[in-house]
């Protein structure tokens, strides 16, 4: 079997993905249409023309247009339900799922109806596709935490429904400690504890992710190779990291594929794992980052076994059934 079917055919988890960072520009365009939403797009090869980024909050003006689109039970079925497919084509088995409500009850969408259109879709694939997935919901760290703490108000009455809280959008000039508290309740309440970090921002907010808001895992955290001292505790901590390779390249945090540092860091001893984080907008899904990774970096069969053990590891899978997966 050569490198590029072993990609494609072993089962793999996936650990960084956002839901609305799937939504592919066919589905944008129908949805637009569905629910009346005009765009300033009309046709998919303007859409994908747009998707040229100099930096994160490039990205992000157009992520949160494009999730303007998203009104009903239905439109979030339907965006969760074309991942699923689209990851069980890639034999991936178990897959957790960022959620960012703030980016929908801002603009007046009901907290139940994006939980349950997702929820549903979950539920079928688990019952028709095999795939296990699970649901982080992620803060926008460009709010105020008060945002937060009464979004966590809300959502408090779903929490069976998902398995932890994540922070994502604007990193630089939102460091970690801004959601120190909301992190402390949501602890408290039994979630797991993941936050972007080192992304595009420093080091010390990588730092800051570990010691302030007691994470279980590193979302990005790339930036941390600038501080030797930290690389060191966070093997030693046995952290891992979500890293994600197309979307480093799309938004110029990393200046090439041939220059990404996922196997060095790998070689180092970090627990790294690979992701598509937004397939819709970076150029791909996971099998498309493995398959970059395969054409410009020296990877091998057993880099992406390990990679992928590494995910399976690091997931928030219950520790009685993790087994069944390694
Ligand atoms: N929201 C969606 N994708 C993101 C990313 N890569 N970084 C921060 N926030 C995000
Ligand atoms: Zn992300």
């Not at 929908?104 to 929820?119: A, C, D, L, N, Y």
């Not at 970690?176 to 936050?195: C, H, Q, R, S, T």
């Not at 990404?260 to 627990?271: A, D, S």
Request: hydrophobic share 40%.
């Amino acid at each position: 079997m050569d490198l590029l079917e072993y990609i494609e055919k072993i089962p793999k988890a996936e650990l960084h993905l956002h839901i609305e960072g799937t939504l592919q520009p066919e589905l944008l365009l129908k949805l637009a249409k569905r629910n009346n939403v005009s765009l300033p797009y009309s046709s998919i090869q303007k859409i994908k023309d747009a998707y040229q980024f100099q930096n994160l909050q490039d990205f992000l003006d157009i992520y949160y247009a494009g999730a303007n689109v998203l009104r009903t039970e239905q439109d979030f079925f339907d965006l969760t339900w074309d991942y699923l497919e689209d990851a069980h084509r890639q034999h991936i088995i178990h897959v957790e799922i960022f959620f960012d409500p703030q980016t929908h009850t801002e603009r007046g969408i009901p907290f139940s109806v994006i939980i349950s259109g997702i929820h549903k879709a979950m539920e079928r694939a688990k019952k028709n596709l095999g795939i296990n997935s699970q649901l982080i919901l992620s803060f926008l760290r460009h709010l105020p935490e008060e945002s937060a703490f009464k979004t966590w108000e809300e959502a408090k009455q779903y929490k069976h429904l998902f398995v932890g809280i994540g922070l994502d959008s604007s990193e630089l000039g939102n460091p970690p400690k801004k959601f120190k508290n909301i992190f402390a309740e949501a602890k408290k309440d039994g979630m797991k504890l993941v936050a972007h970090a080192g992304e595009e921002g420093p080091a010390s907010y990588v730092r800051e992710a570990i010691d302030v808001l007691n994470i279980d895992r590193i979302d990005h955290g790339n930036k941390c190779l600038d501080d030797e001292n930290l690389v060191t505790e966070i093997i030693k901590k046995g952290l891992a990291l979500t890293i994600c390779p197309l979307s480093n390249i799309v938004l110029k945090n990393t200046p090439c594929m041939e220059e990404h540092p996922i196997l060095k860091m790998l070689e180092k001893g970090l627990k790294v794992t690979v992701n598509s984080d937004d397939p819709a907008y970076f150029g791909g899904n996971l099998v498309k980052n493995f398959e970059a990774m395969a054409t410009n970096l020296p990877l091998t069969k057993n880099h992406v076994y390990q990679l992928t053990k590494n995910a399976f590891e690091a997931s928030f899978i219950d520790e009685s059934l993790k087994e069944q997966y390694l």
